[in-house]
């Protein structure tokens, strides 16, 4: 079907194209810092939760994913979930000049620009982890909530310790260059196997051919050279926001331990470790349901903050500041969170108070955790 035009839903720029698919889901692309045109899909309606890149994805293909399929459904039965597709990767542009951490940073800012002007979700799955840590470190007021799924604070180059685990790093690369773009799928289902070791015969199928469909070998190469050099682990301690870590005791792409070491290093953050092997959970196994049960738990006040917030029509600021309310926290230390002034504060929850039509704190938590 020929795409139609729409209309963009804010005016972060972008233009968005219909594929004759659901009115709740739509493909935008939107313009990196460098010229890159980057493919974005939003699904659902709700509070935002956006998920920063990784590589194999493929914006429109990903709906006949029986692996994918389970995580677009279940991350947009309640949310506005906004992915997009890697540069390189998908529908993204496919030759690129650059592909560094640095315009990855400067892709996930660029479709983060063209949402609403208010604080979102941000999910980090395996090297999109990396991305979200750095992105809530630059921009603290834009994200409500973070939750890292199966990533880590340093690439395979970084944290490899024995001349052992820097050759597994170096072969990896060499087999991407040696069979990713042949027939047959052998060397391309050594990465399967790492990434659904526990799938059937159709999902290992399905990823066989999703590697080769989503980049050219040249593209992986150059990615899983910049992923193995990734290194935030330091830096993530300076994170101050709500933060949620999740790994798979048996995950086969990226070890347990690295979800331990990150959560261990972010202040606050709450680590759930699933009973899976998958580094890509499931729609089928246990582990997938607790997935989902732990990331609604976690983001349940956030998201009635954020439709009241949208509902009496606070600012961005004041809908962060009852975001913070709404969870407990006293004055000093939301000033402190934000960088503002105590009077800053004490004057924006007056605003808050008149908007919502309440008379005290109590009255406006009440309000902001009902939705």
């Known amino acids: 079907m020929k795409p139609v035009p729409r209309l963009p839903l804010s005016e972060g720029g972008g ?56 995580w677009i459904r279940g991350l947009s039965r309640d949310h506005c979930y906004v992915r997009y597709d890697q540069r390189g990767c998908g529908l993204s542009d496919r030759f690129v000049r650059e592909i560094s951490f640095k315009v990855w940073m400067e892709d996930l800012e660029a479709v983060a620009a063209t949402l609403p002007d208010r604080p979102f979700a941000l999910l980090g799955m395996s090297q999109g982890g990396a991305l979200a840590i750095s992105y809530a470190l630059r921009h603290p007021g834009r994200v409500s909530h973070l939750i890292l799924y199966g990533a880590y604070g340093q690439g395979a180059a970084v944290r490899a310790r024995t001349e052992e685990e820097r050759l597994e790093a170096e072969t990896l690369v060499n087999l991407v260059r040696v069979g990713w773009a042949r027939d047959n799928p052998a060397f391309r289902q050594v990465f399967t196997n790492t990434f659904i070791p526990g799938g059937t015969a159709e999902q290992h199928d399905w990823w066989n051919e999703l590697e080769r469909r989503t980049a050219t070998p040249d593209t992986v190469v150059r990615t899983l050279e910049e992923v193995q050099r990734i290194d935030v682990l330091d830096a993530a301690a300076g994170l101050r926001v709500p933060t949620l870590v999740l790994h798979s005791r048996g995950d086969q792409r990226v070890p347990f331990e690295e979800g331990c070491r990150l959560a261990a290093r972010i202040p606050g953050a709450r680590f759930v470790a699933l009973e899976s092997r998958n580094h890509v959970l499931l729609g089928d196994e246990p582990a997938w349901q607790v997935f989902q049960d732990e990331l609604a738990r976690f983001l349940a006040p956030a998201d009635a903050a954020a439709r009241t917030a949208r509902d009496a029509r606070l600012t961005l600021a004041e809908a962060e500041v009852l975001r913070l309310v709404a969870t407990g926290v006293d004055n000093r230390a939301i000033a402190r969170q934000l960088g503002k002034s105590e009077k800053t504060v004490r004057n924006q929850i007056t605003a808050i108070l008149d908007k919502l039509g309440v008379h005290s704190r109590a009255e406006a938590i009440v309000r902001a955790l009902s939705g």
């Open 15 to 70: 233009f968005d194209l219909y594929f004759g698919m659901s009115p709740s889901r739509h493909i935008r692309f939107c313009t990196s810092a460098d010229g890159t045109r980057i493919a974005v899909s939003c699904e659902g309606s709700g509070p935002v939760l956006l998920r920063a890149a990784h590589w194999l994805t493929h914006v429109v293909y990903d709906h006949e994913s029986p692996v994918w399929r389970p």
